[in-house]
């Protein structure tokens, strides 16, 4: 819910703010199959968007995700990242 709401009113905070590199830049790989990791962290907005599309939100500009698509997606994203940690290009 906190993630939820720091979303909303701070749409324009780095995700590192809230997340780890290992965890922005797994979801960010698994979401944008074949793209490069961006030199600059993407924004919370942005982040948030991608972590709730693992949990089944589709990607609209008009929408915002809820808290279970999130929520969904939070626990796929912390899998994701411990894989990234142990196995990743940065382990």
Not at 12 to 24: Q, R, Y
Not at 60 to 75: D, F, I, N, Y
Request: charged letters at 20%; one cysteine or more.
């Amino acid at each position: 819910m906190y993630l939820y709401c720091l979303g909303r009113s701070c749409p324009d905070l780095s995700c590192e703010a809230v997340l780890t590199p290992g965890e922005w830049k797994a979801v960010h790989k698994v979401v944008h199959r074949r793209r490069e990791l961006p030199a600059v962290p993407p924004t919370l907005n942005e982040m948030i968007r991608m972590i709730a599309s693992l949990g089944g939100y589709v990607l609209r500009s008009a929408t915002h995700p809820g808290t279970q698509t999130l929520w969904t997606g939070l626990q796929r994203m912390y899998c994701i990242a411990i894989a990234w940690d142990a196995f990743g290009p940065e382990s």
